[in-house]
């Protein structure tokens, strides 16, 4: 591993180059290149985050405020823990002041996620059957806020990835129709052109406010978008137009 040197105006510029090791693809040297250069990763490692990501939802919520004190969120996709990171000192889930409320933030993923003081965390497959319901009892209630930063592996096959991404989407979606509490919040990660045309209407039904963002915090080069749907009112559209049905 080398360091470039540049320097211009009185500043010096370092750039990490990373050598090409026996056995190692470029891309994956370019890969490494890109990481060990990042901004946000050089930031996330002083800071003590788990990741860039963590930058991305400290900005949707700096721009929303979903993360309130007391919050009660859930964050499916969670590894490697930077969003619950965030969103434990946000909604004061470490706090021992009476006075003040105290959040619950719940994690989940398919991995194994080192503890976080003040998350609950959970290794689960949220695709598996009956794994809504296991993350309701874990939860005990109803969530403010439910966050997904799931993510299917990428198989190469453009078609394939995006079927995989959409189902991800739709099942932390009828997990937050769900769970939400009236008012709630729904967070994520989405494709290039936001969510899909069905997903975006039914979101437009379900909450008062739908944005599709792109944090700065999100690479130039990549797809991701993230979705904030605010202000859940799902619950009592189904009470209203059960009372409706009654009435008839």
């Given amino acids: 591993m080398s360091e470039k040197t540049t320097s211009g105006r009185g500043q010096r510029e370092l750039r990490v180059r990373v050598k090409t090791a026996k056995g190692r ?16 990763v050089i930031r996330a490692r002083k800071e003590g985050y788990r990741g860039r990501a963590a930058y ?3 900005e949707l919520d700096d721009r929303y ?22 969103a434990v000192v946000r909604v004061n889930a470490l706090s021992q002041n009476p006075k003040k409320p105290a959040g619950t933030v719940l ?17 689960l497959d949220f695709l598996s059957d009956g794994a809504d319901d296991l993350v309701k009892g874990w939860l005990g209630g109803r969530a403010d806020v439910v966050m997904s930063d799931m993510a299917a592996a990428a198989s190469g096959h453009k078609a394939t990835d995006h079927l995989r991404i959409v189902a991800l989407i739709e099942a932390a979606l009828d997990f937050a129709f769900d769970v939400l509490e009236d008012g709630g919040t729904f967070v994520a990660k989405v494709l290039a052109g936001g969510a899909e045309n ?14 599709n963002v792109k944090p700065a915090a999100s690479r130039s080069d990549s797809s991701e978008k993230f979705v904030v749907a605010m202000g859940y ?8 137009k059960a009372a409706e049905e009654d009435e008839d």
């Fill in 25 to 40: 693809k470029l891309s994956s040297t370019l890969w490494l290149e890109r990481q060990l250069n990042d901004p946000y």
């Fill in 198 to 211: 069905t997903m975006q209407a039914m979101l437009k039904k379900n909450f008062t406010k739908v944005a």
């Fill in 107 to 123: 994690g989940v993923d398919l991995q194994e996620v080192e503890p976080i003081p003040g998350a609950e965390l959970h290794q």
């Fill in 233 to 240: 009112r799902g619950r009592a559209l189904a009470a209203a």
């Fill in 56 to 58: 991305k939802i400290s």
């Fill in 65 to 86: 405020g979903f993360l309130k004190p007391g919050a009660r969120v859930v964050d499916l996709g969670c590894a490697p823990g930077g969003w619950c990171q965030v």
